[in-house]
């Protein structure tokens, strides 16, 4: 489930977001991560009892594994799963050249 989580909402979903607030609204994407840091911290804080659920999920790690779903379609359903190695953005969201009020 972790990895699913990682995969589906950070390498995907938010990834494409944190592309389009760059692109479209000038947020520097190492700001975007920060903030989407910020608010993982923050529900952390506000919510101790899942510290420890939050924990497991690793979100900080500086590699995540990702599913080629391109692969799985190509090769059919007998394809065996492919997963690759992404480096992950917010891995670094907390470190303080990150962490700059940005003022489009």
């Not at 479209?24 to 919510?47: K, M, T």
């Not at 900080?60 to 953005?89: D, F, M, S, Y």
Request: net charge negative.
């Amino acid at each position: 489930l972790r990895e699913l989580v990682m995969d589906t909402l950070f390498v995907f979903h938010l990834s494409e977001l944190a592309l389009l607030m760059e692109r479209y609204y000038r947020l520097p994407e190492a700001i975007f991560w920060s903030h989407v840091n910020d608010c993982l911290a923050g529900y952390a804080q506000a919510h101790p009892e899942l510290c420890d659920r939050l924990a497991c999920l690793d979100y900080q790690r500086p590699w995540v594994a990702a599913e080629a779903l391109i692969t799985h379609k190509l090769r059919g359903a007998e394809a065996v799963e492919c997963h690759h190695l992404v480096p992950n953005a917010l891995a670094d969201a907390g470190a303080p050249e990150n962490r700059a009020v940005h003022r489009g």
